[in-house]
């Protein structure tokens, strides 16, 4: 993936002044930068990412604007120029130091080691280019800007009075008003979040780049294709297989980085084309294949995945379906079809000759992969509203409202409703739509019965999602939340295997420090004594640690929002382990030989906090720590362990 | 015939035999251990695990579901050295017979495991947080809010190939194969485990076919080290993703004999002079001039890598790279000073390295906690028994004046009644009224006393009897503060991106093709 520009995808553009824009590129288009120019998309198709191009507009030479790509020596120019003649940026530039400049600082043998700014004069009319003079030369100006800019610096009066500090500041200051260059960068779950944070950071609760990565790691996430599918001792339930529980109100950005790595991000066709990229490579290392390649791909991109892709899953499924759960095989139509049947579209994409990318509108009557039914490997969404909000899983060629099967959140990414988990018969898809027999339905209009077979496998799927999200067995659960982050533990901790993880994001810290006390040690022992002081009572909080064992049908959370539950303990705190709280912040520094620092500023807001924490199984009875004199003592074997 | 999967990718629903689980006695403490059943072991209960909370016989920890909390066990850990003895000459005895007596044995022996009145355990499953608190430390460890951000910024994900020179402790070669874990190819060559024992001089097994599998390629200069992360390795199942080669990266670089290995979309180097090894890692050799220029980095007045750069960049005939030559390849480093940053970061740019950054991770733990403030606490532990507001201070003050007052009065009361007493005396006779009146004095003193602000000792007394009833977890103000053991430093990171090479053939292709 991201080895080279392909069309139909997000890619992102820095521009000289640090703007980054983002854009779907598609051939035979125009992409316009602004005041910088505009150019064909072509011109970028089929090239790798990371290149800075310069725009060469068109003129006597050129017939239309072409872009140069300008090689790293020429963008590292400045910063290694001085450097190679001299060990620090002393002799920077011993030219002009004839001039009968004054200087501070001067080495033993008279060499020059740091101008001062002793002769600095701030004043704007130092410039002696007019503002006229400077549009006048932006119209005439075909080149990158190079020439602008030089001409600048040599009407500067007393360019050679400056410092190398104010001069480099100088040349990079004008560099980004009057360069007509630009950068493509690979649209990954990094780039996004510097995007997003960078405009409307409260649109993703001002997650940063790094605060992610600590997420992901203390979440343990990570690729579990191949996970077992196991089952808990009630034969139902699975237990672990890759499978994380997620509250998401940041429109699918923490769903993107925990999909990234789970390697179930972007669509497939590009691993698997680049896998064939790679095999073509491989079988002829002779010439100059590399040359070759880019264009060869670039023509199978829409053909190659929709053949490639679409058997794998059909093949994958039927087979770890058997291995595993018995349940979720009720739920696929029988397994014959999908596999009969699904070359078929392929093949009409390739007569078609679609682009693989944009929606494809999803054809009622065509055999089926079940959405949101991969046992393993998977991502389950928790959401607030009728609809889950993954606007931003677009810029991975994801849209939600409606997916496209060959993208593998297709059937790792499953979404529940806080009403589907909580209160499962009261959500009108969770109730089975009455069956029509075949005879009836052979009778019925098409269209009619296009919508029988759509109904039918929505509530499969639903009732596939809610049933199994109900059994728990997660193994983790991550949450970046508006909501009070006790009561989405409440309900969802349970349903994490023990040694599970748990992880909850908040921009402010006061939410988790309060999470944090609501499992403070003090509190689990006023817990665990209360459990024990009153039996009745105890009764009560035992079952919402039993929750899981209950039938799945039950109302699991009947206890959930009827508010008797005890106040002081709006969560059982005896579940989570180690629970702690910590940040991280990257802190950026300018390095250039002689002018190592931090960054001067960066964005302030919100910090970002997480609380992290084991999911364990509490042994039932009183358990002494120890270093206390001993008090009552309960006879516990390894048979009372709870549950699971 | 497959090796089961390793516990930090798939840890199944219980503690295994023979597979990594971590004992967590606090936050912080950690301990890891193999489990075994086997019987050889100095105690009765078989393998044990002694902690300072306690005794956890292997017996009572294996196959029982992981987050389970464990209780301690009662083990004689005093006279094992006898027992030991006795039990090796039964158990020779016992082997040569049947050795189904001897699990026979074992099985008495998890009976034996009586639980102890104190101390309990969690049982967890291995991830590469919970292996770097407890993992045994042989050099600076990279810590997780560092190799969060790490692997984050360098797009590791899952089927990628990454370089890790000076593996060191392990902590971050863990990190690692989990982002880099993708399960394809999963019958991986037994011969793998056997084959990377001795690092060096052995091939990788055969490439994924279809889909590339994930895998990191660890070096490490240090022999022992290098041996002793196989081991761990191997242990904890992750052979088949990790590859450790016990090899010089600034003299001999990455490429092993395997043609496509290692093949790398992610460099990470954890060494004290990063730029040495760069001229290693190119798409294409480098220039002479170039090799020059990175050699003559200021400050590194050594003519010996040179020469040997010029030697070895003209020597071999073959030029590999040990890069992904399809994709933008990226690389860090993590050095503590800033002298080694300006020396790596010259060098990138020498090299034709892009986004060159530099960052550091400034990382903190809160602790949370309930500051009790209040006259109520004095005497109590865990709190400041300092008045809590302005009106219990005043109080306070009051009740003191208030005291101060009761006994002066009394004071003065009896000094009058010893006066009138001596006056009574002077006078003579009369004696019993005075005695009636004394009774009434001091019955009035008494009620006088009742009715004063309680004495420090009344108060102390009070709060102790108090403190039943009260519910300690929840009063006071809820505060947070960094822990007080901090983190200020632990390396600069520097971040940067090689593009794929792009010639002007490759322009003109795509240039046909795309217009």
């Known amino acids: ?644 | 015939m497959a090796p089961p999967p390793s516990p930090f990718f798939d840890p199944g629903t219980h503690a295994a035999p023979n597979s990594l689980s971590v004992l967590q006695l606090r936050r912080d403490h950690l301990i890891p251990a193999v489990l075994s059943a086997s019987t050889e072991s100095e105690y009765a209960e078989g393998k044990v695990e002694n902690t300072r909370f306690g005794s956890f016989p292997h017996s009572t920890l294996l196959h029982q579901p992981w987050g389970t909390q464990v209780l301690a066990s009662v083990v004689d850990t005093g006279s094992r050295g006898q027992k030991s003895k006795k039990r090796k000459r039964e158990g020779d005895d016992d082997g040569q017979s049947t050795p189904v007596h001897e699990t026979e044995r074992a099985r008495k022996d998890l009976v034996k495991a009586v639980t102890a009145s104190s101390g309990f355990a969690h049982l967890v499953p291995p991830t590469p947080e919970t292996w770097t608190l407890c993992l045994p430390h042989r050099t600076q460890v990279v810590y997780t809010p560092d190799y969060s951000y790490i692997l984050q910024r360098l797009r590791v994900r899952p089927g990628d190939h990454i370089i890790e020179a000076g593996a060191g402790s392990g902590s971050f070669t863990h990190a690692a194969a989990r982002a880099v874990h993708n399960g394809a190819l999963e019958e991986a060559h037994p011969a793998i485990t056997t084959e990377a024992a001795n690092g060096d001089e052995h091939s990788m097994v055969p490439k994924a076919r279809r889909k590339r599998r994930g895998g990191v390629y660890s070096y490490e200069f240090h022999a022992p080290r290098a041996k002793q992360l196989q081991v761990e390795v191997n242990e904890h199942g992750l052979s088949s993703t990790v590859k450790v080669t016990n090899r010089d990266v600034y003299e001999d670089g990455f490429c092993l004999e395997d043609e496509e290995a290692p093949d790398a979309d992610a460099i990470f180097l954890d060494l004290p002079a990063p730029w040495l090894a760069l001229k290693h890692l190119t798409r294409s050799p480098p220039s002479p001039a170039v090799m020059k220029s990175v050699a003559s980095d200021p400050a590194t007045p050594e003519p010996e890598p040179s020469a040997h750069i010029a030697q070895t960049s003209s020597t071999p005939k073959l030029f590999r790279s040990p890069l992904n030559a399809k994709k933008p390849v990226r690389i860090c480093t993590f050095s503590p000073c800033i002298e080694q940053v300006t020396k790596t970061v010259t060098a990138l740019r020498s090299l034709g390295w892009l986004e060159i950054g530099m960052t550091e991770i400034l990382s903190k733990r809160l602790e949370v906690r309930r500051e009790r403030i209040g006259l109520q606490e004095e005497g109590l532990r865990g709190a400041n028994p300092s008045a809590a507001t302005v009106q219990e201070a005043v109080q306070r003050l009051r009740d003191v004046e208030g005291r101060a007052k009761v006994f002066h009065g009394l004071q003065k009361e009896k000094q009058e009644e010893i006066a009138r007493k001596v006056e009574a005396k002077k006078r003579g006779g009369k004696v019993s009224p005075a005695e009636e009146d004394q009774e009434a004095v001091s019955g009035k003193g008494k009620v006088k006393v009742e009715s004063v602000p309680p004495s420090k000792h009344d108060r102390l007394e009070r709060a102790k009897k108090e403190l039943d009833n009260r519910e300690l977890f929840k009063e006071g103000r809820l505060v947070h503060r960094t822990e007080p053991e901090l983190k200020t430093h632990t390396s600069y990171l520097v971040f940067a991106v090689l593009p794929r090479e792009w010639t002007k053939e490759d322009e003109e292709k795509a240039n046909r093709k795309w217009s």
Request: aromatic share 6%; proline share 8%; hydrophobic share 30%.
């Open chain 1, 1 to 644: 993936m991201h080895s080279y520009i392909r069309p139909h995808t997000h890619i992102a553009l820095r521009l000289p002044s640090g703007i980054v824009k983002i854009l779907e590129i598609a051939p035979n288009t125009t992409i316009n930068i602004g005041k910088f120019g505009s150019f064909a998309a072509n011109l970028l198709l089929g090239r790798p990412y990371y290149l800075t191009f310069e725009l060469l507009e068109k003129d006597d030479e050129r017939t239309k604007t072409e872009l140069r790509v300008v090689p790293a020596s020429e963008l590292h120019a400045e910063a290694l120029g001085n450097d190679h003649a001299a060990p620090a940026e002393s002799r920077d530039d011993p030219a002009p130091t004839e001039g009968g400049v004054e200087f501070d600082i001067v080495g033993d043998d008279g060499e020059v080691i740091m101008r001062s700014n002793r002769l600095t004069i701030d004043d704007p009319s130092r410039q002696k280019l007019s503002m006229e003079e400077i549009e006048e030369l932006k119209k005439a100006g075909t080149g990158s800007g190079k020439e602008i800019i030089e001409r600048i610096m040599a009407s500067h009066m007393a360019i050679e009075e400056k410092t190398s500090f104010s001069l480099a500041k100088y040349t990079l200051r004008k560099s980004r008003k009057y360069l007509k260059r630009f950068t493509v960068l690979p649209l990954d779950v990094g780039m996004l979040t510097d995007y997003l944070t960078e405009r409307e950071a409260y649109k993703v609760m001002e997650l940063r780049e790094d605060t992610l990565g600590l997420v992901s790691s203390w979440a343990n996430i990570h690729c579990s294709e191949t996970s077992r599918v196991l089952t808990g001792e009630d034969g139902i339930s699975q237990i672990g297989g890759g499978r994380w529980l997620v509250v998401d109100d940041t429109g699918g950005l923490v769903v993107a980085a925990l999909a990234e790595k789970m390697g179930i991000l972007y669509p497939s066709e590009e691993d698997d084309d680049s896998g064939s990229e790679g095999k073509e490579e491989e079988e002829e290392p002779t010439s100059a294949t590399t040359s070759a390649q880019p264009g060869q791909i670039a023509t199978k991109t829409p053909v190659l995945p929709e053949g490639t892709t679409a058997p794998e899953e059909t093949s994958i499924k039927p087979e770890d379906l058997q291995n595993g759960t018995t349940e979720a095989s009720s739920n696929l139509p029988p397994p014959d079809p999908p596999q009969d049947d699904l070359p078929q579209p392929t093949s009409n994409q390739t007569l078609s000759n679609a682009p693989p990318n944009p929606p494809r509108p999803r054809r009622p009557p065509r055999p089926h992969i079940p959405q949101m039914s991969s046992p393993t490997n998977t991502l389950t969404l928790l959401h607030s509203n009728a609809q889950p909000n993954l606007a931003h899983l677009k810029y991975f060629s994801y849209d939600s409202g409606n997916p496209s099967t060959s993208h593998p959140l297709y059937t790792h990414l499953k979404t529940i409703s806080w009403l589907q988990i909580l209160h499962p018969s009261e959500d009108a898809t969770y109730a089975e739509p009455e069956t029509i027999s075949e005879e009836t339905l052979a009778t019925m209009k098409s269209s009619k019965r296009g919508n029988y077979y759509r109904k039918r496998r929505r509530w499969e799927r639903t009732k596939s999602v809610v049933d199994e999200t109900r059994r728990g067995g997660f193994d983790g659960l991550i949450v970046a939340s508006v909501m009070a982050p006790q009561t989405v533990l409440r309900a969802l901790v349970p349903l994490v295997r023990g040694g599970g993880k748990v992880v909850v994001y908040s921009a402010n810290v006061e939410p988790l420090v309060e999470l944090c006390d609501l499992y403070s040690k003090e509190r689990r022992a006023a817990f665990v004594a209360r459990q024990f002081e009153k039996p009745q009572n105890g009764v009560k909080i035992k079952r919402e640690v039993k929750e899981e064992d209950s039938e799945p049908n039950t109302p699991l959370f009947s206890s959930y929002e009827d508010g008797d539950e005890d106040e002081d303990f709006p969560v059982n705190p005896t579940l989570l382990l180690a629970p702690s709280l910590q940040t991280a912040r990257a802190r950026h520094w300018q390095v250039l030989p002689g002018r190592t620092h931090p960054m001067m500023t960066s964005r302030g807001g919100a910090e970002g906090y997480l609380f992290t924490a084991t999911r364990v199984l509490p042994v039932e009875g009183k358990v002494e720590a120890r270093g206390h004199f001993r008090g009552k003592k309960r006879k516990t074997g390894e048979g009372s362990a709870v549950q699971v």
